[in-house]
């Protein structure tokens, strides 16, 4: 059974800081990995997919990366500024026995991030 | 390009009740996945379906069932509801279901009384 982890749970940072969020999977036989942004009540925003194929993926000020090896991935947050503060989701598409888990993406518990001005 | 559409944003309901909940997903996707997001679990899979056939269900009940339409629009039912059912609902619509990325709904906030 897959699971997704997330540290640090709350992370507190001044604007302008460049950060980390870390996300560790259990199973390396991962399909692709996705990473989220949710806003207080809202629906989940799509930042970044990283195939299993790939190390890392850019847009903007974000870059994911992927070790499937080590069952870890990395998304960096540079220049950080108020409108970044989220919540923020890793989940990792699975490659079941049977070939796919349709349509099932394990979710950690996620990482709420402040940044104050 | 319109997003993933679900309706309603919010519900009350008292227990016992049933309620469906729609998603339109983004025209051209043909994979609709339903999950209940509660802040005890985080984010759960219910089922999900591709050409109006379920793939895959994940670990709910029977009362939480679901359906899709040629037009690949999903609803999802909950029978006899249980104030535990209160939560976010998500649907995410892909492609195939398969490699290209999920785009989520902003949910329905469903809340049992």
């Known amino acids: 059974k897959q699971e997704v982890t997330q540290i640090p749970a709350a992370l507190s940072v001044p604007e302008g800081e460049n950060l980390v969020l870390n996300c560790s999977f259990t199973d390396s036989a991962i399909y692709n990995l996705q990473w989220f942004r949710q806003d207080p009540g809202k629906g989940l925003t799509s930042l970044l997919l990283i195939q299993s194929s790939q190390r890392e993926q850019t847009s903007g000020r974000l870059n994911a990366s992927l070790d499937k090896s080590s069952g870890r991935s990395t998304l960096y947050i540079a220049a950080s500024q108020p409108g970044d503060s989220a919540t923020y989701l890793c989940a990792a598409f699975m490659v079941n026995a049977g070939g796919t888990s349709y349509g099932k993406l394990t979710f950690g518990q996620g990482t709420i991030l402040t940044v104050h001005p | 390009k319109a997003g993933v559409t679900q309706t309603p944003r919010y519900l009350i309901k008292t227990r016992g009740q049933q309620v469906t909940l729609s998603c339109s997903p983004i025209s051209g996707h043909r994979s609709v996945s339903w999950y209940q997001q509660t802040p005890g679990q985080g984010l759960q899979f219910l089922f999900e379906y591709f050409s109006e056939t379920q793939r895959n269900k994940g670990n709910f009940p029977g009362r939480f069932s679901g359906r899709q339409f040629s037009n690949s629009r999903s609803e999802m039912n909950v029978s006899t509801l249980e104030l535990g059912d209160s939560a976010l609902y998500l649907c995410?619509?892909?492609?195939?279901?398969?490699?290209?990325?999920?785009?989520f709904g902003s949910g329905t906030r469903l809340t049992v009384v």
């Open positions: 995410a619509s892909s492609p195939q279901g398969v490699g290209y990325g999920y785009t």
